[in-house]
């Protein structure tokens, strides 16, 4: 059973940071391609960020210079470490993992991250 866990969510006052986790469990980690979505209230999930097995990263324009993606493939964890926060960071972060079709695609179940004075 393919189980993604996140953590790592919660409280923050802009132009602070957090460190979300997502540990993974029932796949190959290390072929996957990794990535982390965010969807607003009323809007659509986004892309935030992804690395590849190779170590290709992607990063959406929003968060290029603040957030940054990275994979520990012996702990079968994925980290976003997020700097330098804003409101419109707020949104549930959704880990996911990837590998070439819907039959390989797995989702966590969501964290609550809220940027806020």
């Known amino acids: 059973q393919v189980q993604l866990v996140e953590s790592g969510g919660g409280l923050v006052q802009p132009g602070g940071s957090l460190r979300l986790s997502c540990a993974a469990s029932g796949i190959i980690f290390s072929i996957y391609r990794l990535g982390w979505y965010r969807q607003a209230p009323g809007k659509q999930r986004e892309l935030v960020a992804s690395i590849f097995s190779g170590g290709v990263l992607n990063y959406v324009d929003s968060v290029k210079g603040r957030f940054t993606i990275s994979r520990d493939n012996a702990k079968n964890t994925v980290y976003l470490q997020m700097n330098s926060l804003k409101v419109e960071d707020t949104a549930v972060y959704y880990c996911?993992?990837?590998?070439?079709?819907?039959?390989?695609?797995?989702w966590g179940q969501g964290t609550q991250v809220t940027v806020s004075s």
């Open positions: 996911n993992a990837w590998y070439g079709s819907n039959r390989h695609n797995h």
